[in-house]
């Protein structure tokens, strides 16, 4: 009679293959013909309508909007696909043989977040080529350095954001209710198309809390700028926002995960 013992595969195989294959599997509909138009035919036409009211409005110009616009689209990749990644393991049933593994949770978590970092970075990217392209947007060459540590530094934070918001999923009902609401709500208060200061102080206070504020305001900074200078505390308020969410939804994953073996509740995730 011989026994088999379960042993804890390498972290760097869960974070690189089992990052890689999770987001291949969840997300089945990663093909050109729906992956080209939801990740930058939305953000293109956003970018275009808010510059556009913007120009006829007299609020501000051009930049404003694209800067805004080309940093919150990070979010549809990082918010969206994170809290899809965590809440379909509970919707397709995988989750409860996820838990069960010895693997190590860390590498779980940002195995599955990297490839979502990336493709928040390449939204982005894109947003910026297409207002330098089509609209009244301009940037120095010495600006791009400074713009692509904010941008990581945002799409890091909103990634962290989206993990918070899909480990709530492992209980809440419809994560995808709350993940909508939170996307249209950092619309309004994080600075994208309405300046911070003309917002009541209530609603300001709440967008200072929440990833992308202090990233836009960073990337503006350096965009009309060109460089990096006086962009410190926002950029640190952004990594540190998003330090936060990532504790806080680590956190909430690992206590989920004890009460399911105390209360054997698995299956109902």
Not at 226 to 236: E, F, K, T, V
């Amino acid at each position: 009679m011989s026994t088999q013992v379960l042993t804890r595969p390498a972290p760097w195989r869960v974070f690189f293959i089992g990052g890689l294959i999770s987001y291949r599997a969840l997300f089945n509909w990663l093909r050109p013909a729906i992956y080209i138009p939801t990740m930058f035919g939305s953000p293109a036409f956003q970018i275009i309508f808010f510059a556009y009211v913007g120009r006829f409005s007299g609020l501000r110009d051009d930049s404003f909007f694209v800067v805004g616009n080309a940093v919150q689209a990070c979010s549809m990749a990082s918010i969206y696909g994170m809290t899809m990644t965590i809440a379909n393991e509970r919707y397709f049933g995988t989750l409860s043989p996820l838990l069960a593994s010895p693997a190590s949770r860390i590498a779980l978590f940002l195995g599955r977040a990297a490839p979502l970092i990336a493709n928040g970075l390449l939204v982005s990217v894109f947003g910026f080529v297409l207002g330098a392209v089509l609209l009244d947007f301009d940037v120095t060459w010495g600006a791009i350095p400074g713009l692509a540590a904010v941008l990581l530094i945002t799409v890091l934070s909103c990634t962290a954001f989206g993990m918070t918001l899909g480990t709530v999923g492992l209980r809440a009902r419809d994560v995808f209710f709350i993940s909508n609401l939170m996307y249209f709500l950092m619309l309004l208060l994080c600075g994208v198309n309405i300046p911070l200061e003309v917002l009541p102080g209530w609603m300001r206070g709440i967008g200072e809390m929440l990833p992308l504020t202090h990233g836009i305001a960073a990337a503006r900074v350096v965009a009309d700028s060109g460089s990096m200078a006086g962009i410190g505390r926002d950029l640190s308020m952004e990594a540190a926002i998003g330090l936060g969410y990532a504790i806080i939804g680590y956190g909430l994953f690992r206590y989920f995960e004890r009460e399911g073996r105390r209360t054997g509740s698995l299956h109902n995730f």
